[in-house]
């Protein structure tokens, strides 16, 4: 999928990332059209103030105020002052997964699994840094195929905007009075339990009663709250990790294989290349290339 990438001077086309810089809205429909609902939004009010309505509740933003929009959200702009200005970065899920480090700290990445958005107020320097990350994302995801490390700087930038939002979000009275569903928490908890045991457990079930729910109940409720199921997230995951063990060279492919509980390093050099269409000694070629 390619989605627009954009600034007030230019327009650029990326897979999966959409940033505006400093935009002017004059039309609710040119502001409508913005936001899309198969990716992760997250918009700064730079000027002026507006109303949106996300999941029929209603969100004033005036300037400084920040707000993350969640995949598959109705939003709706209600009102818009005339000298609105915003901006804003969205990425899809893929693109959030093909530019992680690694497995994700998600105890501090709630935001983006809740359905119920929450606005904060960021303080000038928190304003500053957001947005000259946000030009940095531009600036790589722009820049020629031929700049040797544009991949890593880009996976880098995405990575070190993600982890400064979390802070943010972390200090703000919003981490302490979110409201999670049922459903949302138990995908949070199969989170926070997926981190730390995706190198050794690689079963639903294993998850499922950590959790003391059924398989079919696990993987309809990840499938329902995250648009992907139980075992998606789970062989997702160990392909990150995976990723993370082929970038140290004194590791071998069956020391990784054993690492990371595979049978044998031909059921592991399979199970990676079918995710990533490299086998692990192609993946670790091409790092050390880089």
């Not at 935009?23 to 059209?33: L, N, V």
């Not at 730079?46 to 400084?64: A, E, P």
């Amino acid at each position: 999928m390619i989605i627009v990438l954009v600034n007030e001077n230019s327009k650029y086309f990326h897979l999966g990332l959409q940033v505006c810089i400093f935009e002017s809205f004059t039309s609710k429909i040119a502001f409508r059209e913005l936001i899309m609902t198969d990716c992760f939004s997250i918009l700064i009010v730079n000027s002026g103030s507006l109303c949106i309505q996300i999941n029929n509740r209603k969100i004033y933003l005036s300037v400084h105020e920040l707000v993350v929009i969640p995949k598959r959200t109705i939003c709706e702009v209600l009102i818009m002052s005339d000298q609105l200005q915003i901006s804003q970065l969205s990425f899809t899920s893929e693109f959030a997964f093909k530019n992680s480090i690694r497995w994700p700290h998600i105890g501090y990445f709630e935001f983006f699994i809740t359905q119920t958005s929450r606005k904060i107020l960021l303080k000038n320097k928190d304003v500053i840094l957001l947005i000259d990350l946000f030009k940095l994302l531009e600036n790589k995801a722009k820049s020629s195929n031929k700049h040797v490390f544009k991949n890593e700087i880009l996976l880098f930038s995405f990575n070190l905007l993600l982890y400064e939002l979390a802070s943010i979000y972390h200090r703000s009275s919003w981490y302490i009075s979110v409201k999670h569903s049922r459903k949302e928490k138990l995908v949070i908890d199969f989170f926070k339990i997926l981190e730390a045991n995706c190198r050794k457990q690689h079963s639903v079930k294993f998850y499922a009663d950590t959790l003391l729910v059924t398989t079919g109940h696990l993987t309809k409720t990840v499938k329902e709250v995250a648009e992907k199921t139980a075992k998606q997230f789970i062989e997702e995951a160990i392909v990150l990790e995976a990723k993370v063990l082929l970038k140290n060279n004194h590791l071998t492919i069956l020391d990784i294989t054993e690492e990371l509980q595979f049978s044998n390093s031909s059921f592991f050099s399979n199970f990676f290349k079918r995710h990533t269409s490299l086998s692990p000694s192609e993946y670790r070629l091409r790092l050390n290339f880089h």
